[in-house]
């Protein structure tokens, strides 16, 4: 069971990247899937998630209006596009499979984590 994060990089304040997480489709395509991302010297935190049929998107205050969570199932792929970035958004950014199909922000309810990858936004 493997989750591998990509997409990861330095970028200028104002700018936008796309995260991409590939998943073992036979497992994950029915579990709700989350981000989530650690700065250096922080706690990990919820980021965003989505449900496993896409009905329902969870966005922390912090990224609303800026991120976006989707899914291809097909493709096996959950993404994280992200807008208007800031330094404060500087952190690991970790992809995650939850236990259940519905979407959730706390961490214990994910079994599966990716690697990480990692975004710097310069100012």
């Known amino acids: 069971v493997q989750l591998q994060a990509s997409g990861g990089g330095l970028v200028q304040a104002g700018g936008s990247l796309r995260l991409s997480c590939a998943h073992s489709?036979?497992?994950?395509?029915?579990?709700?899937m989350g981000w989530f991302r650690q700065a250096l010297g922080k706690e990990r935190e919820f980021v965003a998630t989505?449900?496993?049929?896409?009905?329902?998107?969870y966005y922390a205050n912090s990224v609303k209006g800026r991120f976006t969570i989707s899914r291809d199932n097909a493709k096996n792929a959950l993404y994280l596009h992200m807008d208007s970035l800031n330094p404060e958004d500087t952190a690991v950014y970790y992809c995650?499979?939850?236990?259940?199909?519905?979407?959730?922000?706390?961490?214990?309810?994910?079994?599966?984590w990716g690697q990480g990858t990692q975004v710097t936004v310069s100012s």
């Open positions: 995650a499979a939850a236990r259940g199909a519905g979407a959730s922000s706390a961490p214990d309810t994910y079994r599966y």
């Open positions: 989505i449900s496993w049929n896409s009905a329902y998107t």
């Open positions: 489709g036979r497992i994950f395509s029915n579990n709700g």
